[in-house]
Every structure is written in structure tokens, then in C-alpha cells.
């Protein structure tokens, strides 16, 4: 976890960004089930996230992995009922998981305020805790090969916000979030350490409006307020930007 892991690719356009992360993205299952038989992936939401995943969905190159080996996690979650359209979970479902051959046993869906936990955020979180502790190894998370992120203009990842309580939390790899300055305020997140057992982080982010964000992560400055400058995967951090999202560099 070193500053020399941590790599730049920028890219023309959001949509280069999203067809080439896609591509990366089939590689590295490929690779990880090649070297391990099965992958850890962990999605994001936002919407370079979902281009990404719509640009995997249109892929020929899909067929190169074998989907019912990849286990599905979410870094973060908007703690809405099971299929509202606002869900991360149900936009991934719509832009790629309803085309795709998976065994429902190994997408690992995020607690929503309709299920066993009703709206008790702090159970459904302690609850994904518990699954990713159970796919850990021994650790609290599995080594995800691949953890995406997208960021905001405030750069935040997942839903740990500037400033904001939930942010410096090591005593799960989950927490509730209350109030978050994005709609709609209840989420649950990955907190930094479960971020950190990622062997690869891949930060993706297009627009202008996330130049200033990009530079001050790229340069792993103060974390509380910019949280995305400290995440970091033990083997590669990848930032996958477009041109746009560069002009602070
Ligand atoms: O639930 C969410 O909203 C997210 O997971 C969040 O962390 C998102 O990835 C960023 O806010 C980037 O979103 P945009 O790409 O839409 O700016």
C-alpha cells in the first residue's frame, strides 16, 4: 500500500472510461478465477459506475467469465425496500445482473429497509457485516479483486462523506449512515477497512466537476475531507478518470 501502487489512466470521454473500465474489469475476473477459481467484486453506484456496468452488459467479452463464480458485494447502499429504483442493487440488476447467468448465492444484495431487519439501520448493517465476515477467511472481508468506487464532487466514496460521522469507524466493516448530505439520507457503507482489504481499488470518476476532488485524492491529502484519498488496495489503486476529471492534475 505504497504511493508507487497508486496509478492515473485518463481517458477521452466518459464513455471511453466506462467501455475501457468494463474491459479491465472482465480481465481482472477472468484473471482472479484463472489464479483462484471464483472473484470478489464489489460494485458501486453512481453514474460512471452504472455506464460501466451498462458497457460490460454490451460486451462480447462477457462471455470470458464464467458469472456463476463471481461473488457481487456493494460498497455502499441506499437503505431503501428491496427493489426501489433509487437502490444501487436494482440499478446494477436493470444495467446488467438481469442479463447475466449468476447463482443468486453469490450476489451478496445490501441490506434493504424492508427485509429481516425492517428499518433497524444498524442491524441490516451489522447484518452484511456478518456476510462479508462469512466469505472472509478469517478476515471481517474477503480480498475483493476488484473494489470500484465512484466519487463525489465532495469526494466521497461510498457512503463515507467528508466531515461526516461513520468516517473514522474501525469497529466493523459496516456502518450505518444517517443524514448523508446525498439523498436519501440512510445508507449503509463499507467503512475504510473493508475498503482496505481490496487487492485492487479502481476510483472512477468523469466530469469537471470532479477535477478539484480527483487532484486532492490523487495527492492522498487530509482524509476527513477528502475521503477517497484514503482508500487504497494492498496490491494496485487505479484512478480511471476522464479528461475532464483531470484538469487539476
Ligand atoms: O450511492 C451512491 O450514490 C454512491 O455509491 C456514491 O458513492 C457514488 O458512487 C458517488 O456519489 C458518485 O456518483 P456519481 O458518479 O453519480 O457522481
Given at each position: 500500500?505504497?504511493?508507487?501502487?497508486?496509478?492515473?489512466?485518463?481517458?477521452?470521454?466518459p464513455?471511453?472510461l466506462?467501455?475501457?473500465?468494463?474491459?479491465?474489469?472482465?480481465?481482472?475476473?477472468?484473471?482472479?478465477?484463472?489464479?483462484?477459481?471464483?472473484?470478489?467484486?464489489?460494485?458501486?453506484?453512481?453514474?460512471i459506475?452504472?455506464?460501466?456496468?451498462?458497457?460490460?452488459?454490451?460486451?462480447?467479452?462477457?462471455?470470458?467469465?464464467?458469472?456463476?463464480?463471481?461473488?457481487?458485494?456493494?460498497?455502499?447502499?441506499?437503505?431503501?425496500?428491496?427493489?426501489?429504483?433509487?437502490?444501487?442493487?436494482?440499478?446494477?440488476?436493470?444495467?446488467?445482473?438481469?442479463?447475466?447467468?449468476?447463482?443468486?448465492?453469490?450476489?451478496?444484495?445490501?441490506?434493504?429497509?424492508?427485509?429481516?431487519?425492517?428499518?433497524?439501520?444498524?442491524?441490516?448493517?451489522?447484518?452484511?457485516?456478518?456476510?462479508?465476515?462469512?466469505?472472509?477467511?478469517?478476515?471481517?472481508?474477503?480480498?475483493?479483486?476488484?473494489?470500484?468506487?465512484?466519487?463525489?464532487?465532495?469526494?466521497?466514496?461510498?457512503?463515507?462523506?467528508?466531515?461526516?460521522?461513520?468516517?473514522?469507524?474501525?469497529?466493523?466493516?459496516?456502518?450505518?449512515?444517517?443524514?448523508?448530505?446525498?439523498?436519501?439520507?440512510?445508507?449503509?457503507?463499507?467503512?475504510?477497512?473493508?475498503?482496505?482489504?481490496?487487492?485492487?481499488?479502481?476510483?472512477?470518476a468523469a466530469g469537471?466537476?470532479?477535477?478539484?476532488?480527483?487532484?486532492?485524492?490523487?495527492?492522498?491529502?487530509?482524509?476527513?475531507?477528502?475521503?477517497?484519498?484514503?482508500?487504497?488496495?494492498?496490491?494496485?489503486?487505479?484512478?480511471?478518470?476522464d479528461?475532464?476529471a483531470?484538469?487539476?492534475?
Open positions: 500500500m505504497t504511493r508507487e501502487t497508486v496509478l492515473v489512466v485518463r481517458h477521452e470521454s464513455e471511453v466506462a467501455a475501457a473500465t468494463a474491459g479491465r474489469l472482465l480481465a481482472a475476473i477472468a484473471d482472479a478465477q484463472a489464479a483462484r477459481g471464483l472473484a470478489h467484486v464489489s460494485l458501486t453506484g453512481g453514474t459506475g452504472g455506464k460501466t456496468l451498462a458497457a460490460v452488459a454490451a460486451s462480447p467479452a462477457r462471455e470470458s467469465v464464467d458469472w456463476k463464480r463471481v461473488h457481487l458485494w456493494w460498497s455502499d447502499e441506499r437503505f431503501l425496500p428491496a427493489g426501489d429504483p433509487e437502490r444501487n442493487a436494482t440499478q446494477a440488476q436493470d444495467a446488467l445482473l438481469g442479463a447475466l447467468d449468476l447463482d443468486p448465492a453469490t450476489v451478496h444484495l445490501p441490506p434493504a429497509s424492508d427485509g429481516p431487519d425492517g428499518d433497524d439501520l444498524d442491524a441490516a448493517a451489522a447484518r452484511y457485516a456478518a456476510e462479508l465476515l462469512q466469505f472472509g477467511a478469517g478476515a471481517e472481508a474477503p480480498e475483493f479483486d476488484v473494489l470500484l468506487l465512484g466519487m463525489g464532487p465532495d469526494g466521497h466514496v461510498a457512503s463515507l462523506f467528508p466531515h461526516h460521522a461513520g468516517l473514522g469507524r474501525d469497529d466493523s466493516s459496516v456502518v450505518g449512515v444517517r443524514e448523508s448530505p446525498k439523498p436519501p439520507p440512510l445508507r449503509v457503507s463499507f467503512t475504510f477497512g473493508a475498503i482496505a482489504r481490496a487487492r485492487q481499488v479502481w476510483l472512477v469537471a466537476e470532479k477535477a478539484a476532488a480527483v487532484a486532492r485524492g490523487v495527492a492522498a491529502g487530509d482524509v476527513s475531507e477528502t475521503p477517497a484519498a484514503g482508500v487504497f488496495g494492498t496490491e494496485r489503486t487505479l484512478w480511471l478518470i479528461q475532464a483531470a484538469t487539476d492534475l
